[in-house]
């Protein structure tokens, strides 16, 4: 079994930074690849980013340069980096992860941008 828990959500201006993280914990000993979704209210859930087990990174159209992906191996964190934070930003962004051919998902971090 595998948990992952966010954390770092929260409100961030328009134009904004912010960055957020996810821990990994339980039987992780064969990851596909880790990754940040979101959801927005009446919307689907979409890719916002995803890496690799080897480091290769790929983006939502949307993002255009703005985010980055990145992982820590040695504490088995994913952290997303959000710049030029957009106004249609705000949606809960889920961690996922596939490992051993199954899909885990956190709870979610929401990320709200003031009007």
């Known amino acids: 079994q595998v948990q992952l828990v966010e954390s770092g959500g929260g409100s961030v201006q328009a134009g904004g930074s912010l960055r957020l993280s996810c821990e990994a914990s339980g039987s992780i000993d064969s990851i596909i690849y880790m990754g940040w979704y979101r959801q927005a209210p009446g919307k689907q859930r979409e890719l916002v980013a995803r890496i690799s087990k080897v480091g290769n990174a790929n983006y939502g159209d949307f993002v255009k340069g703005r985010f980055t992906v990145f992982r820590d191996n040695a504490t088995n964190m994913l952290y997303l980096q959000l710049n030029s934070v957009r106004p249609d930003a705000p949606a809960v962004y889920y961690c996922?992860?596939?490992?051993?051919?199954?899909?885990?998902w956190g709870q979610g971090t929401q990320v709200t941008v003031p009007s």
């Open positions: 996922a992860m596939v490992n051993g051919g199954s899909l885990y």
